[in-house]
C-alpha cells in the first residue's frame, strides 16, 4: 500500500523535502538518521509528518511500550517502528515486499545492536497470508498516512481486525485530506471504538486511538 502514490504527493511536501537523501530526526535520546529515496520508491521511501508526529505522540509516553508487542503497519522508511523499538517495544514492520530491502537498511542503521533484537522486518500486503501472524497477540498497532487509497480499505480493516485482541490498541496519525479518509474512520468505527487523542496543528496531522468494540455478551 505505501506504495502507491497519492494525489499531489510532491506538492504537498515540496520537491526539495522528498529528494533530500536523508533527513535527521531526534528521538527517544537517538539521533535517527533516515534514508531516502523517492525515485526509487515514490512515498515508501520518504518521512511524511504523520510518522513524525505519531513518533513525538510515542515519546510522549501516553503509552507504555517498555515491553509491549508492536505491529507497524505500511512503514515506509520505518520511523515509527524504530522509534518505538528505542522506547522499548518490540516490533515488527512491515511494508510491501517491493520495500523491504529498503526498509531494513533504514532499521539496521539506526538501532544499537543490542536493541535490534527487538525489531523485525516483515513482508505484509494488507488483507493476505494473515496466517503467518498470530491473530489478537499483539499490544499495539501503529499506523502513519496509511488510510489514504480507498481501494485499500476494506484490506486494511480485515488485517486491523486478524491482528487486535481484545486488550489491543490501534495508533493512526493521517492527516484528513478527502471525504473518503473519513470514510474508513467512519468503517473503523463500526467495529472499534475511535477517539482522536492528538492534534498537531503545524502539520495538521490527527492521532486517533481505537480499541475493539467489546460485544454486549462479553461485558
Not at 52 to 70: D, F, H, I, K, P
Request: some cysteine; proline content about 4%.
Amino acid at each position: 500500500m505505501a506504495l502507491v502514490p497519492y494525489e499531489e504527493a510532491a506538492a504537498g511536501m515540496g520537491l526539495q523535502k522528498l529528494h533530500k537523501p536523508l533527513a535527521t530526526f531526534s528521538f527517544a535520546n537517538s539521533t535517527i538518521q533516515i534514508r531516502q529515496d523517492w525515485r526509487q520508491l515514490g512515498v515508501a521511501a520518504v518521512v511524511w509528518d504523520a510518522a513524525v508526529v505519531l513518533s513525538t505522540y510515542l515519546e510522549m509516553g501516553a503509552v507504555e511500550l517498555r515491553g509491549c508487542s508492536a505491529v507497524e503497519l505500511g512503514a515506509g522508511t520505518g520511523l515509527v517502528g524504530i522509534v518505538a523499538a528505542l522506547l522499548g517495544a518490540h516490533v515488527t514492520i512491515t511494508d510491501r515486499k517491493a520495500a523491504l530491502e529498503f526498509l531494513k537498511s533504514n532499521v539496521q542503521a539506526n538501532l544499537p545492536p543490542h536493541i535490534q533484537p527487538r525489531a523485525v522486518v516483515k513482508e505484509l500486503t494488507w488483507g493476505q497470508d494473515l496466517e503467518r501472524f498470530p491473530p489478537g497477540e499483539c499490544d499495539l498497532i501503529l499506523g502513519a498516512d496509511i488510510i489514504y487509497l480507498e481501494e485499500t480499505f476494506a484490506d486494511l480493516l480485515q488485517t486491523l481486525r486478524h491482528l487486535c485482541g481484545d486488550h489491543s490498541l490501534i495508533l493512526l496519525a493521517c492527516r484528513i485530506r478527502y471525504e473518503r479518509d473519513n470514510n474508513f474512520l467512519a468503517m473503523l468505527e463500526r467495529e472499534f471504538n475511535v477517539s482522536k487523542v492528538h492534534y498537531d496543528p503545524v502539520k495538521d496531522v490527527h492521532v486517533y486511538k481505537a480499541q475493539r468494540r467489546h460485544k454486549r455478551g462479553d461485558l
